[in-house]
């Protein structure tokens, strides 16, 4: 399978600025292709070491990235990485920083009071024409977007880990987004290089609304008994072509991640049985095992 680094897609949409709400994981791969792709993009967040972290994981990523388009070739890497680099700002004041904003993608922590309040402010700060989008897994963008008035111009682009390598850019519509914006959005997610596919704003959209519940699956069994966690991972990826088995993808993408998400739709929809958290799903959390990042969950990792 070819990934897709693509860094020379013309830019025939209507965004050129983009302002990055949240400098985390999801908010550093998003600004990063956003300024592969040639845009000038604004990285927020209001914690000062985020920041600095920020910028040492994007220049870490651009320089795996460049190593690839440019394998033989040190100078044009060095090109690529200096003048992507170049385009990225970073900002404590989400309030300025989205003044010149053409585009804003918040990926700020999965909390609806603070996605609320912040989405409050940016609608005062950012001129008319700015669409808003938020990079949620599994809140409702119609929520999100309630607290603005510019609900015809808001939407969900969902990215997915590692975002420089991973290809598909959900795209998501609420009733009221109208099709100007819908086809802007789907215009800069090609323009950054990604697939883009349309969901209507569901739990979890596509991906996760199929995902979640299968990792959920192969935690009750690994509960029951049926299989190790070592030979499901292998019978997915061997005999299902994942590139990961469900419990190597659980500890990558965060334990405490996963159990949130499961709480947060079992809480909200109780009657849907996929969406009931598994209880070695809890207990691992509870005891600080969330996989890759604390060195351990349903693996130990020795770096
Ligand atoms: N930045 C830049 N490049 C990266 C990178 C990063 N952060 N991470 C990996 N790469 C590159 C590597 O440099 C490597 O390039 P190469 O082919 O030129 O050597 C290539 O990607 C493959 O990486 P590795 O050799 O290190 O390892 P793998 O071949 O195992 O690939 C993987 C790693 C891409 C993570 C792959 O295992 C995979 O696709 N896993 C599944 C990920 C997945 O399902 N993500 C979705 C999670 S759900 C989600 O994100 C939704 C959210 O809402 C929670």
Redesign the pocket.
């Known amino acids: 399978l070819k990934?897709n680094f693509s860094s020379t897609t013309t830019l025939n949409n209507i965004v050129k600025n983009v302002t990055v709400i949240g400098g985390g994981l999801m908010g550093s791969?998003i600004a990063q292709v956003s300024a592969q792709a040639g845009q000038n993009v604004t990285v927020v967040d209001v914690n000062p070491d985020v920041l600095k972290k920020t910028e040492a994981s994007i220049q870490t990523?651009i320089t795996?990235?460049a190593?690839?388009l440019h394998k033989d070739d040190t100078a044009a890497a060095k090109k690529f990485i200096e003048e992507s680099l170049s385009r990225v700002k970073y900002s404590p004041d989400a309030q300025k920083a989205v003044e010149q904003a053409d585009l804003v993608v918040e990926a700020i922590v999965e909390n609806l009071d603070l996605k609320h309040d912040l989405f409050k402010r940016l609608d005062e700060a950012a001129p008319a024409k700015t669409l808003f989008a938020s990079n949620t897994?599994?809140l409702s963008i119609g929520e999100i977007a309630s607290v603005t008035k510019r609900k015809d111009r808001f939407g969900g682009l969902?990215?997915?880990?590692?975002v420089?390598?991973?290809r598909l850019l959900e795209v998501v519509r609420i009733p009221e987004t109208t099709d100007d914006t819908y086809e802007a959005m789907m215009a800069w997610g090609k323009a950054i290089g990604k697939t883009c596919i349309t969901c209507k704003d569901t739990p979890g959209f596509v991906?996760?609304r199929l995902?979640v519940p299968y990792m959920a699956e192969a935690m009750k069994m690994l509960e029951r008994g049926d299989a190790s966690a070592e030979d499901i991972d292998i019978a997915m990826k061997l005999g299902a072509g994942y590139?990961?088995g469900p419990f190597e993808?659980a500890d990558?993408?965060g334990l405490d991640?996963g159990l949130f998400i499961m709480d947060g739709w079992h809480k909200k929809f109780p009657d849907n049985e996929l969406f009931n958290p598994p209880e070695i799903q809890r207990k691992l959390v509870k005891e600080g095992k969330l996989g890759r990042k604390t060195g351990e969950g349903y693996y130990k990792y020795t770096k």
């Open positions: 990934r791969g990523s795996r990235v190593k690839k897994s599994s969902h990215f997915f880990n590692p420089p390598v991973m991906v996760n995902l590139p990961m993808l990558y993408t991640t």
